[in-house]
């Protein structure tokens, strides 16, 4: 569906140029003297670069229709994460490589959003915040009072994570996605 240049909202997807983005960022521009354009801040959603560009005002944009599915990731087989619909339990493979930082926050049963274009996977959506079970923690080291002392701590995926000094093995907790840091107690 062609839609005017001049109807574009922050979040809608589009095909410009050939290339599957989504619009981050936008600003109509009227200058003194010639003609109006548009400056976008696009990302690409098949390779992530994000990208600044200026448009004419009068050019018509195709419009592109990505589907988000509420799955459940359910567990890894070497290089490939498998996820169930939630709805019609079909369970689908997705690469590695789509996922790239997300894995070390996949858990089993983790409720997820996938985009889809045209069946073309083009990755995941993760919740803000997470909850995990430590599994393995450094001792606080006796004397250590300076202003937010922290020590490693490894969740139940692997990773590890900066925790306060007082968060012991089996405690729960709760990990931002956006930054990968310790986001409080579950």
Do not use: W
């Given at each position: ?67 988000r599915l ?63 079970e430590v ?52």
């Open positions: 569906m062609n839609i005017n240049i001049n109807e574009i909202k922050n979040g809608m997807t589009i095909i410009i140029d050939g290339k599957l983005c989504l619009i981050e960022e936008f600003q109509h521009v009227k200058p003194g003297k010639g003609s109006a354009f548009m400056k976008m801040k696009l990302r690409n959603l098949r390779t992530g670069a994000l990208v600044e560009d200026t448009y004419n005002t009068n050019i018509k944009i195709e419009r592109a229709r990505v589907d509420p799955m459940q990731y359910l567990y890894s087989m070497g290089d490939s994460y498998v996820f169930m619909n939630n709805e019609t339990y079909e369970q689908i493979e997705i690469p590695a490589d789509k996922l790239t930082d997300q894995i070390k926050y996949l858990k089993e049963g983790l409720d997820i959003v996938i985009s889809m274009y045209e069946g073309e996977i083009l990755g995941i959506q993760l919740p803000e915040k997470i909850e995990y599994v393995e923690t450094s001792d606080a080291v006796k004397g250590n009072t300076t202003n937010n002392a922290q020590k490693d701590a490894k969740i139940e995926t692997g990773y590890v994570v900066k925790v306060p000094l007082f968060i012991n093995q089996g405690e729960k907790i709760l990990i931002s996605t956006l930054d990968g840091k310790y986001a409080g107690r579950a």
